[in-house]
């Protein structure tokens, strides 16, 4: 059963600095590819980045490039988000997705999410 | 990055079909997935790879697209298909993806 659990969630006053994790079982990790997406509280998803299976190429978000920096451990099978200069708007659940077989877009699974939360 | 537009609210009467729509220009190049968000919950996997089904979902679920035009069609809505539902494609470019606004999908 694939598991995803998503971990380092806080309450961060704007301009500072938090990680995310998420430990990933159940698969073969260093196949897929992984994404970041969060949900703003009562608003929609949205895509913030993602890293390719085996380590190669990332993407993110206008939103968040160059604030934000994914990467991946396969030794722990464990992804990361390091988020910079947080603002306001980053407050959100942070879910940590694998792709389907098929590749993404598709998302298969996902899990509970990590609570953001900036504010002074 | 490019925009996937979703209608925001849509409603169906119980047991009649209804038709949930996504438009962008990404996808005249790119197909769409579908995604199923209860309260509280994550949001699950409802249509993927043009129109097939993970395992579990009801086969009363179907995706088709057409030109710039992407759709999910439940077919004899349920009480507990009562739920926000999102598309996502990648972006013009191939190399980010981008998701819908939403549609809240009441069953009266």
């Known amino acids: 059963e694939v598991q995803l659990v998503e971990s380092g969630g806080a309450v961060v006053q704007p301009g500072g600095s938090l990680r995310l994790s998420c430990a990933a079982s159940g698969f073969n990790f260093d196949r897929y590819t992984l994404h970041w997406v969060r949900q703003a509280p009562g608003k929609g998803l949205e895509w913030v980045s993602l890293?390719?299976?085996?380590?190669?190429?990332?993407s993110y978000a206008d939103s968040v490039r160059g604030r934000f920096t994914v990467s991946r451990d396969t030794g722990k099978n464990s992804l990361y988000l390091q988020m910079n200069s947080l603002r306001t708007e980053d407050t959100a659940l942070y879910y940590c997705?694998?792709?389907?077989?098929?590749?993404?877009?598709?998302?298969?699974?996902w899990g509970q999410g990590a609570l953001v939360t900036v504010s002074s | 990055s490019s925009e996937l537009t979703q209608d925001p609210a849509v409603s169906v009467a119980l047991g009649q079909t209804v038709t949930i729509t996504c438009q962008g220009d990404?996808?005249?190049?790119?197909?769409a997935s579908w995604y199923q968000q209860k309260p509280g919950q994550a949001p699950a996997l409802v249509i993927y790879?043009?129109?097939n089904r993970p395992s579990g979902i009801p086969d009363r679920f179907s995706g088709s697209r057409s030109g710039n035009t992407a759709s999910l069609t439940i077919a004899g809505a349920r009480a507990e298909d009562e739920a926000d539902y999102y598309c996502?494609?990648?972006?013009?470019?191939?190399?980010?993806?981008?998701f819908g606004g939403g549609t809240r999908l009441t069953v009266l």
């Open positions: 790879d043009k129109n």
């Open positions: 890293i390719g299976w085996g380590g190669g190429g990332t």
């Open positions: 996502n494609s990648r972006d013009s470019s191939g190399s980010q993806l981008v």
């Open positions: 990404s996808l005249r190049s790119y197909y």
């Open positions: 997705v694998k792709e389907a077989t098929s590749g993404w877009p598709d998302l298969e699974h």
